[in-house]
C-alpha cells in the first residue's frame, strides 16, 4: 500500500471519530465502562491470586523426629530435608521449642509444665516448599529417612488453596470471555450507526470500483481509535481509584493483623496497559469490520 493510500486510510477513520460525535461518545462511554468493569475485576484477581501464593509460601509440615535421636542424627537429617528438590525453608525446633510450644497451648495452665523434662518431646523441623503440588512427593521421601518419627501436614488446606487459586483463574478467563464479546457486539453495533448514516457514500465507492478493503479500512481504524482512548481513559480512572484503596488498605488494622498486603499498582500497570491496548485496539477492530460486513456484500 502506498504511503499517500495509508495516509488517506488512516485520516479518514480520525475524521470519522471526530465527525460522528454522537456514536463515537456513546462508544467511548460503553467501552470504558466495560473496561473499567474488566480492570476491577483484573485488579481484583489479582490481589486475590497475591495473598494464595503469600498463603501458600507460609504452608509447610512439621517433621517429628524419634525421641532418642541424637543431635549429630538430628542435623544429619536437616541437612538431608534442606538438600531435598522442592523445599523452600527449613526450620529447625528443638525439645525445649515443643515444651514452650505445649505451655502456649495450655495458656494460663501451662505453668503445670514447670521442671518437666523436655527430652520426652521430639525434636522437629517445620518445611515450606517451593511448590505446594510436591508436597506429597517430598514427604514420601522424608519418610524413607531413619530417625522420622511422623510427619504432621495441613494437606486439606493445601488441597484447598490449590483448588482456590485455580478457581480464580478459570472464573478470570470466563468474566474476560464475557467482557470481550459484550465489547465486540456493542462497538460493532455504535460503529454500525456510522456505517448505515454513509450507506450511500459506500455504494458509490463500490460502484466506481474502490476495493472492499479500501473502503473498509478507515472505519478499523475510527474503532482502534476509539479503542485507544477508551483504553487510557479506563487506565487513568482504574489507576487512580485503585491507588487511593489501595493505601487506605495498607493502613487498615485488618490488613496489619492479618500480615497481608495488596499489589502495588506499579507492579501491574504493564500487564493492565498490555491488555487494555490489546482489548481496545482488538475490539474496536474487530468491531468494525463485523459491522462493514452488511454493506460490502456483492
Known amino acids: 500500500m502506498k504511503y499517500n493510500i495509508f495516509g488517506y486510510l488512516v485520516g479518514e477513520g480520525v475524521s470519522n471519530v471526530f465527525k ?30 497475591h495473598f494464595v501464593d503469600q498463603i501458600k ?12 535421636a541424637t543431635e549429630a542424627e538430628i542435623e544429619e ?13 527449613i526450620e529447625p525446633k528443638s525439645k525445649q521449642d515443643a515444651l ?6 495450655l495458656k494460663d495452665k501451662g505453668n503445670v509444665l514447670d521442671g518437666f523434662n523436655y527430652q520426652v ?22 519418610l524413607e529417612f531413619d530417625n522420622i ?41 455504535t460503529i454500525k450507526l456510522t456505517v448505515h448514516a454513509r450507506r450511500k457514500e459506500i455504494s458509490i465507492m463500490k460502484y466506481v470500483g474502490a476495493t472492499n478493503n479500501f473502503i473498509r479500512w478507515p ?9 485507544i482512548i477508551s483504553s487510557a481513559i479506563s487506565l487513568v480512572l482504574v489507576g487512580g481509584a485503585y491507588s487511593v484503596l489501595a493505601e487506605q488498605a495498607v493502613n487498615a488494622q485488618f490488613m496489619k493483623t492479618i500480615g497481608m498486603s ?13 491488555v487494555y491496548m490489546l482489548l481496545g485496539i482488538g475490539i474496536g477492530a474487530l468491531g468494525s469490520v463485523i459491522s462493514m460486513r452488511k454493506y460490502l456484500k456483492v
Open 100 to 105: 514452650n510450644t505445649m505451655k502456649e497451648r
Open 20 to 49: 460522528n460525535k454522537k456514536s463515537t461518545g456513546a462508544s467511548l462511554v460503553i467501552m470504558c465502562a466495560t473496561m473499567i468493569i474488566f480492570g476491577v475485576f483484573l485488579m481484583i484477581g489479582e490481589n486475590i491470586n
Open 77 to 89: 537429617v536437616g541437612e538431608k530435608i534442606r538438600a531435598l528438590d522442592g523445599v523452600s525453608t
Open 219 to 227: 472505519f478499523i481504524v475510527e474503532g482502534m481509535i476509539i479503542g
Open 121 to 142: 518431646f521430639s525434636a522437629s523441623y517445620i518445611v515450606t516448599l517451593t511448590d505446594l503440588n510436591l508436597s506429597k512427593d517430598v514427604q514420601n521421601k522424608i
Open 57 to 68: 509460601s507460609e504452608q509447610g509440615f512439621q517433621v517429628f523426629l524419634k525421641t532418642d
Open 262 to 274: 495488596l499489589v502495588s499498582f506499579k507492579d501491574m500497570i504493564s500487564s493492565i496497559i498490555f
Open 149 to 189: 518419627k511422623k510427619i504432621t501436614s495441613s494437606d486439606e488446606t493445601v488441597t484447598t488453596l490449590l483448588n482456590l487459586a485455580s478457581g480464580i483463574k478459570i472464573v478470570t478467563g470466563v468474566i474476560l470471555i464475557l467482557l470481550i464479546i459484550i465489547s465486540i457486539f456493542i462497538i460493532a453495533n
